[in-house]
């Protein structure tokens, strides 16, 4: 059978587009950037975790274009397992944390998460109930106290040092401790009587004697502090040795630029920071001869 000219000419224009739009798609599928992994060490529960980073996550896929995975480690082995062998991009982590893995990450883009005022320093404070016969850190012997989670630098590393400065020794002179999570679980667990006292971040107190937060689950006026941890260096966001140089630096000129805009207030509010700035060398000096 013969192919007319035309037909011919309709058939080779067809073949051309259907390659072209074949090599393109392949193109396509292959130019999408890889996802970037964000490991972030949960201050609470794995799901409250995820939900607070997930607009964050959000923001940078739209700014960057590349899909953003949040990994939450369940324990030290398992941070150290994403750290050491580069199954992760970047850890969100409590500045003690950090000196201790310092080896595993790059010497640059190093960030610090300024606190809710814009600070770069932050502390806990230790509250008991409105009515409770507790007034001073020595009245802690013989009852029960709930910590931050293990890896929180200022409800559990400067709240034990409190209590060692007080005479008191946890894992001796206390009832009971335990680890909590996030500051609203432990003023929580203090309110209703699950423990005698427990340290929350700083930026509660302003909840303590009014309704500042929708969130914040305790009546004013029910809670009072009795003690105030020291300064701390706030927590630090960092790159894997292994991570992209382009991708990193991406990620960090969209985290530096987050507190200049209102449009960026909710995301920032969810994970409780005012935002991000380059860290200082001089708190890293204090944090390593803290915690090395």
């Known amino acids: 059978m013969k192919i007319s000219k035309s037909l011919r000419l309709t058939l080779l224009i067809g073949l051309s587009f259907f390659l072209l ?3 393109q ?3 396509g599928s292959h130019s999408e950037p890889p ?3 964000i490991t972030i060490l949960p201050c609470a529960d794995i799901v409250t975790t995820y939900k607070k980073f997930y607009p964050l996550a959000v923001l940078l896929r739209h700014e960057i ?9 369940k324990d030290w082995n398992e941070l150290f397992r994403l750290v050491s062998t580069g199954e992760t991009d970047f850890v969100y982590q409590p500045p003690h944390v950090y000196v201790q893995l310092e080896n595993y ?3 640059s883009d190093i960030l610090t998460a300024l606190s809710l005022s814009g600070e770069r320093h932050q502390h806990a404070i230790l509250v008991v109930r409105h009515d409770s016969s507790i007034h001073r850190v020595e009245d802690l012997r013989d009852r029960s106290l709930l910590f931050g989670s293990e890896f929180s630098t200022t409800k559990t590393m400067a709240g034990k040092a409190l209590l060692q400065q007080h005479g008191i020794n946890y894992e001796k002179d206390l009832r009971e401790y335990r680890y909590g999570g996030s500051c609203d679980e432990v003023a929580l667990n203090v309110y209703l009587k699950a423990a005698d006292a427990g340290f929350v971040c700083d930026h509660a107190s302003a909840s303590l004697d009014s309704f500042r ?3 914040w689950p305790i009546p004013p006026n029910t809670l009072r502090v009795i003690a ?5 260096p706030t927590w630090i966001f960092s790159a894997v040795k292994s991570a992209d140089a382009a991708m990193v630096s991406a990620v960090t000129r969209v985290l530096l630029s987050l507190h200049a805009s209102q449009n960026h207030k909710n995301v920032l509010k969810n994970i409780e920071t005012w935002g991000f700035a380059p860290v200082l060398e001089s708190d890293l000096a204090i944090l390593r001869k803290k915690f090395l």
């Open 25 to 27: 798609g392949m193109a």
């Open 21 to 23: 739009h074949t090599q």
């Open 105 to 107: 990450y790059k010497k």
């Open 213 to 215: 937060e929708e969130s």
């Open 65 to 73: 274009g590349s899909k953003v995975v949040i990994q939450v480690p």
């Open 228 to 232: 105030e941890t020291e300064k701390t």
């Open 35 to 37: 996802p970037i992994t």
